[in-house]
């Protein structure tokens, strides 16, 4: 018998690999599907990117790094985050460079949680979140935020889930899956309420890069009063469509971070040498890239908003953020793994059910608008007519 962890056997598949693995059955029997599940950008990385990583390779650059990852690198990060946040992390000692994000907010569970911990995880949200704490023994509290609240927090609301066993909070803005941003309001419930109870709080802003219309991003280290509580998480995955790279980041207090790099030092020891010469030549050089990315989603987004918003009882925000819409798709009476389902096998699209995402998810479907305009205009039509059966 094999004798796997319940730890591990607790944590199911993510429903956006189910829906993948569903729809490549039916592409084996032959049929065109369109992918709206994945949360990957479709561009190329930028060319000046790429032959920075390529020069590092003829250049030898193939060997171990510092764990903390590569001085020039380190420097850049803490450059970019003041510019940016007007915070200081020193770089020698409070930033490490991670395989993406994924890894970075790994580690800062592992680093912080004691079996029996709590984690409060605002939902929906990014799937890892509900996860990874439970390979940690730690228990997590879901507080949801309501579309009709438009996925704000209140320090009361915070208050109304606290619970002594809770060590951290997570936040990610702009959200995944919602595409919602935290105001100022928000974030400053959230600092107090972290402070009052001495919480720690991993700021996940993956995202920062693509925001729309007013949406402007913020992030809570605007409270510098907060900065020693917080763990910064950010990665060159989606501000440079560099999802295969595999390199992040995580800034945090010196003695936050000492515990982070142990645990990378176990998992992976430092980051792909050459990627990460390819992540100094995103930050340090020309950003219209990123702007040319995010001018696209933006007219993808107006696409998807209004075609969905054209198809009876589907009711779809416009998201401020990040490249996902969230619709509600409750009026149909299913579930949403039965919605998504539907979908693939009627339109030939995927999508992932909104149970996936934590509480507040079922009702929804996530769409992904990270692929090409034109794609996303067929797959409109075939949703369209697929959801005219349902009703
Ligand atoms: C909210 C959020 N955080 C972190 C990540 C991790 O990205 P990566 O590990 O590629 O940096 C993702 C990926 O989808 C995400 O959606």
């Given at each position: ?8 056997e ?7 690999r189910r ?7 039916l592409?084996?029997e032959g049929?065109?599907?369109?992918h ?7 561009f ?12 590092a390779l ?7 790094t ?5 001085t020039?690198l ?7 985050i ?6 200081e ?5 409070e ?8 890894e970075?907010?790994?580690l800062?569970f ?5 079996p029996g ?9 990014w799937p890892n ?7 940690m023994?730690?228990?997590?509290i879901?507080v949801?935020?309501?579309?009709e ?8 609301r915070?208050?109304?889930?606290y619970?002594p ?7 990610n ?8 941003i935290?105001?100022?309001e928000?974030?400053e419930a959230l600092k ?7 919480l ?10 693509f925001?729309?219309?007013?949406g ?6 605007r ?8 763990i910064l998480?950010?990665s060159?995955s989606?501000?440079?469509?560099m999802t295969g ?6 800034a ?7 515990a982070?790099?142990?645990?990378h ?16 030549a995103?930050?340090t050089?020309?950003?219209e ?5 995010k ?6 987004m107006n696409?998807?908003?209004q ?18 819409v ?5 009026a ?6 039965e ?5 693939l096998r009627?339109?030939g ?9 934590g509480?507040?998810?079922?009702g ?13 205009e ?6 369209a ?7």
């Amino acid at each position: 018998m094999v004798g796997i962890s319940s730890k591990v056997e607790s944590i199911p598949f993510s429903s956006i690999r189910r829906m993948s693995e569903l729809a490549s059955e039916l592409e084996k029997e032959g049929r065109h599907i369109i992918h709206l599940e994945l949360g990957r950008p479709d561009f190329d990385t930028p060319s000046h990117i790429k032959e920075a990583a390529i020069k590092a390779l003829m250049e030898g650059k193939v060997h171990y790094t510092s764990n903390y990852g590569i001085t020039e690198l380190r420097h850049a990060i803490a450059d970019k985050i003041r510019t940016t946040l007007g915070v200081e992390y020193d770089p020698a000692s409070e930033i490490i460079v991670t395989a993406g994000g994924a890894e970075a907010i790994y580690l800062a569970f592992a680093s912080l949680l004691e079996p029996g911990d709590k984690v409060m995880v605002l939902t929906p949200c990014w799937p890892n979140y509900l996860h990874v704490p439970k390979l940690m023994n730690a228990g997590v509290i879901e507080v949801e935020l309501r579309q009709e609240d438009d996925y704000q927090i209140t320090k009361r609301r915070l208050e109304e889930f606290y619970d002594p066993a809770v060590k951290l909070i997570v936040i990610n803005s702009p959200c995944n899956p919602t595409g919602g941003i935290l105001e100022t309001e928000s974030l400053e419930a959230l600092k107090e309420f972290a402070l009052e109870h001495s919480l720690y709080v991993i700021s996940d802003e993956v995202y920062e890069a693509f925001t729309y219309d007013t949406g402007k991003h913020l992030s809570i280290l605007r409270f510098t009063e907060i900065k020693d509580r917080v763990i910064l998480v950010n990665s060159f995955s989606k501000t440079y469509s560099m999802t295969g790279w595999r390199v992040g980041y995580v800034a945090a207090e010196a003695m936050v971070a000492r515990a982070m790099v142990k645990v990378h030092q176990n998992l992976i020891a430092c980051s792909t040498s050459f990627a990460q010469a390819g992540a100094l030549a995103a930050l340090t050089g020309p950003q219209e890239c990123v702007q040319e990315m995010k001018k696209e989603y933006e007219r993808r987004m107006n696409l998807v908003v209004q075609g969905l918003n054209e198809i009876p009882v589907v009711r779809c925000n416009r998201p401020k953020g990040a490249f996902y819409v969230f619709p509600s798709v409750d009026a149909f009476g299913m579930e949403s793994s039965e919605v998504s389902e539907f979908l693939l096998r009627e339109a030939g699209v995927v999508t992932v059910p909104g149970s996936g995402f934590g509480k507040g998810g079922e009702g929804h479907i996530r769409i992904s608008y990270a692929a090409s305009y034109s794609d996303l205009e067929i797959a409109l039509e075939k949703i369209a007519i697929a959801f005219q059966k349902l009703r």
